[in-house]
C-alpha cells in the first residue's frame, strides 16, 4: 500500500514502564491501558516468551520469569517457550526438545500455574507462523535494519545470518498480536522489539483500514533487575548464549559453582559505595548489588546502606548464600518436573489447545481483512 511513511506516525512512542534500579518494585496493577494512545478497545492480556536456546540464566529469570509470576495473580497471562525464535540460530533438534521442556518445567518451577496461565510452546500454534509472514509484508527493511539485537547477533557476517534472525522481530510482533495482547513483560533488551510491534500494529491498523483491530503493546519493563549483566564484564548483558560459562549463573548449576562464579566474578579496586550516583561508573557494584536487591525483594537504596563501606567479597558471600537460597527450590523442582517429559507435553498441549481458542478468531478476521478468500 505504502513504501513505509504512513500517514499516521508509525514511530509512535510508547508509554514505557521503566523502573530504575533504585525505585521499589510497583504494583502491576500500575498498568493501564488510558496511558496508551491508541483506540483500541479490547480486553488487557499479558504475553511474554523465552527461548529454548541453551540454559536459562539469572537474567532470564529476574527479568523475566520471576516477573511472570508475579503478573498471574492481576491478568490473563499467556507465557510461551518460542522454539521458532530459537532456530533463528543453529539448535541441534535433540537439544532444542530438552531446552523446550526445561524452560517449560521452569516456568513451572519458578510459580507459573498452567491452569490460571496459558503455557505452551510457540511451534505448535500455526497463527504465529501465519501472522509473522503478513507482519513481514507490513514491515519496513529499514525498521529491522535498525534492530540492535540483530547487529549484534548477525556480527560481522550478516550475509551468513538466517533470514529468520533478520525477521526475529516481525514473528515477535505475530506471537504478541495474534492474542492481540495489550502488555509485554521484558527484560531491557527486548524494548526495542516491543516498541517494533506497535509500529508494525499501527501500520497494519492503517494499511487496512481498520483503526484499533490491533492494540499497540506496551512493553512492561519493571523492577531493579531489568538488565542483568555479565559476571565477566559488567558492560555486557548475562546471556544464556555467551561462550564464557563465568560469565552467567544458569538456573542449573549447583552450590559450589554459583559460590565459584560470583568469587571470580569482576570487580574494582574500591569499598562499596552509599549513594546511587556513585554506581555511574562502576558497573560491576551497580550489577551485583542489583541482583540482591532483587533476589531479597529490596530497593537498590537499601541494598546499598546495608553494604555502604564494605569490600566485594562480603556482598559476594551474601549473595552467594542468598542467590543459593532463592534458586536451589527451582532447580530442585525442574530436575523433578523434567523426570517425566510426557506430563510437560501435556501441560504444552492444553496449553496450545487453549491459546488457539484465542488466535483463530482473531486469525479468521485477519485473513478477510487482508483480502484472502
Ligand atoms: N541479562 C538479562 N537481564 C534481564 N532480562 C533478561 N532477559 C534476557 N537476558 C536478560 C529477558 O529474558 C526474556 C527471555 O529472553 P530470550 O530467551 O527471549 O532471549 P534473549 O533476550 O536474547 O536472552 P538471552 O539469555 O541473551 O538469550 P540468547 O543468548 O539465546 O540470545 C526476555 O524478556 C529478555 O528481555
Redesign the pocket.
Known amino acids: 500500500m505504502d513504501s513505509g511513511a504512513t500517514s499516521a506516525n508509525p514511530f509512535f512512542h510508547p508509554t514505557i514502564l521503566i523502573y530504575e534500579g533504585g525505585a521499589a518494585p510497583r504494583p502491576l496493577v500500575e498498568f493501564s491501558m488510558s496511558d496508551i494512545e491508541q483506540t483500541y478497545t479490547g480486553p488487557e492480556r499479558v504475553f ?4 529454548p ?2 540454559n536459562l ?1 539469572l ?2 529469570y ?3 520469569i520471576k516477573r511472570f509470576v508475579e503478573m498471574q495473580d492481576r491478568h490473563d497471562c499467556i507465557y510461551c517457550v ?1 522454539d521458532m ?1 530459537a532456530i533463528t540460530v543453529w539448535q541441534e533438534p535433540e537439544d532444542l526438545r530438552r531446552a523446550t521442556r526445561e524452560v517449560a518445567a521452569a516456568y513451572m518451577a519458578a510459580g507459573v500455574d498452567p491452569k490460571r496461565s496459558i503455557l505452551f510452546n510457540q511451534s505448535k500454534v500455526l497463527a504465529h507462523a501465519e501472522l509473522a509472514w503478513i507482519f513481514n509484508c507490513v514491515a519496513r527493511m529499514g525498521w529491522m535494519e535498525r534492530m540492535t539485537q540483530f547487529k549484534e547477533k548477525s556480527g560481522k557476517h550478516k550475509e551468513r545470518a538466517s533470514l529468520g534472525l533478520f525477521a526475529y522481530p516481525a514473528l515477535m510482533a505475530a506471537d504478541i498480536l495474534a492474542y492481540k495482547a495489550t502488555h509485554v513483560p ?5 524494548k526495542q522489539h516491543v516498541e517494533l510491534s506497535r509500529d508494525i500494529a499501527q501500520k497494519f491498523n492503517n494499511d487496512y483500514n481498520c483503526p484499533g483491530f490491533f492494540p499497540l503493546p506496551e512493553p512492561v519493563i519493571q523492577g531493579v ?4 549483566m555479565s559476571l565477566r564484564d559488567g558492560s555486557k ?5 555467551d561462550p564464557s560459562d563465568l560469565s552467567r549463573i544458569n538456573l542449573t548449576d549447583d552450590h559450589d559453582t554459583i559460590a565459584n562464579k560470583f568469587r571470580k566474578a569482576k570487580t574494582d579496586p574500591h569499598p562499596l559505595p552509599g549513594h546511587v550516583d556513585e554506581l555511574k561508573d562502576r558497573p560491576e557494584a551497580r550489577n551485583l548489588l542489583g541482583i540482591y536487591a532483587a533476589f531479597a525483594d529490596e530497593e537498590l537504596i537499601s541494598v546499598m546502606d546495608k553494604f555502604a563501606g564494605a569490600q566485594f567479597s562480603q556482598l559476594k558471600n551474601e549473595l552467594t548464600e542468598l542467590t543459593i537460597a532463592k534458586l536451589s527450590p527451582i532447580t530442585d523442582e525442574v530436575t523433578r518436573l523434567m523426570a517425566d517429559p510426557g506430563e510437560i507435553d501435556k501441560v504444552l498441549e492444553d496449553g496450545a489447545t487453549r491459546a488457539r481458542e484465542i488466535a483463530d478468531p482473531i486469525m479468521t478476521e485477519v485473513r478477510r481483512i487482508v483480502g484472502f478468500v
Not at 521484558?186 to 527486548?190: A, F, I, L, N
Not at 533487575?225 to 542483568?228: E, K, L
Not at 548483558?237 to 548464549?241: A, C, E, H, T
Open positions: 511474554s516468551g523465552v527461548q536456546s541453551g540464566t537474567g532470564n529476574l527479568g523475566a518460542v525464535h521484558v527484560g531491557e533488551d527486548q533487575a531489568t538488565r542483568v548483558k548475562m546471556s544464556k548464549s
